[in-house]
């Protein structure tokens, strides 16, 4: 239930409130007021980087590309296989390069301690500048990755084309109940001798029914050859700690901004892009675009179609604004 809204600027800050809920549960959160509040080093570049494992799709052989390559980053707890079907077929539709890459602490990229978003950011931007010749780029992120994408907007608006952020709001949020409950799971598993996925998929039930949910979570088991044993390959230690700075977002729309061409796409049945923050969205992003889509949170799985139909129609919008 939505309870309050306040826009103000005072002394060159910026205040924003309201509390709401995640994941259609009764788990309301609160927005805590945005007092200028951002890290000192949020717009650094000196944040040291870790190297990120991807997959690259092409178009088919003899096809040219035709435009700036897309950058799928994922949620949390996601990894880099969650888009490799999609890619795969926007790599086809649109001709031009899609990149899937896995975040740091996520799939096989390197773990650090850190883990909020001017080191996200700093990763992607690296990452752009070694693995993409810092051409212009098309990022595309979910949840915690539509943050990241918003990050390095705002830090280097010049290696983004473009912005797609799916279901996320940059706006300093308190994550629901469920990311806590799922950390719990994963170190519950973590302490036991799982010989198989079944045994790991009974604990998970205790935890979160939801078959696709937890698919998803565990989608980041992996089987040692010598023990015979399953563990979760993301180090679960560090993405507990870091669960307020993924519901972070430590920017100022007073002093950061980014002027391009950015598209919203909401899940209608979750709360994390209530109308109350399209205010603040406008501010750091002014020429922003929302689309709805009719889906709760895990729009890419629930409702792919009407998420292709959307970025596929902005991306070719974009080229013809090029043409």
């Known amino acids: 239930m939505l309870k309050a809204v306040r826009l103000a600027t005072q002394a060159g800050s910026f205040s924003f409130l309201c509390t709401r809920s995640l994941f259609n549960n009764n ?18 570049h000196d944040i040291p980087t870790v190297d990120l494992d991807f997959n690259l799709y092409r178009p088919p052989p003899g096809v040219e590309t035709t435009g700036p390559p897309l950058l799928f980053l994922h949620g949390i707890f996601g990894n880099r296989l969650n888009t490799r079907g999609i890619s795969r077929t926007l790599s086809h539709s649109l001709k031009r390069e899609v990149y899937c890459v896995d975040l740091r602490n996520h799939g096989t990229s390197a773990h650090n301690p850190r883990h909020d978003y001017p080191a996200m950011a700093n990763d992607i931007e690296r990452f752009i500048e070694k693995k993409m010749d810092g051409q212009k780029v098309i990022l595309v992120g979910y949840s915690m990755g539509a943050k990241v994408a918003m990050a390095v907007g705002l830090r280097r608006p010049e290696l983004a084309e473009a912005l797609v952020c799916v279901d996320n709001a940059p706006v300093d949020a308190r994550l629901s109940s469920d990311f806590g409950m799922w950390i719990r799971a994963m170190k519950q598993i973590n302490q036991v001798e799982i010989t198989s996925m079944k045994q790991a998929n009974e604990i998970m039930e205790k935890y979160d029914k939801r078959k696709h949910v937890q698919a998803y979570v565990l989608s980041n088991m992996i089987k040692d050859k010598k023990t015979k044993t399953y563990n979760f390959r993301i180090p679960v230690d560090i993405l507990g700690k870091a669960l307020d700075h993924v519901g972070d977002f430590p920017y100022d729309p007073q002093t950061q901004r980014y002027t391009g061409p950015t598209l919203i796409i909401r899940a209608t049945e979750s709360t994390f892009v209530a109308d109350e923050t399209l205010p603040v969205t406008g501010l750091f992003f002014p020429n922003f675009n929302l689309k709805d889509v009719k889906s709760d949170h895990w729009i890419i799985i ?3 179609e009407a998420f292709l139909l959307h970025l596929t129609e902005f991306v070719q919008g974009l080229a013809e604004l090029d043409e």
């Open 27 to 44: 788990v309301s959160h609160q927005i805590r007021t945005y007092q200028s509040y951002y890290q000192a080093d949020s717009m650094s």
């Open 302 to 304: 629930e409702n792919t």
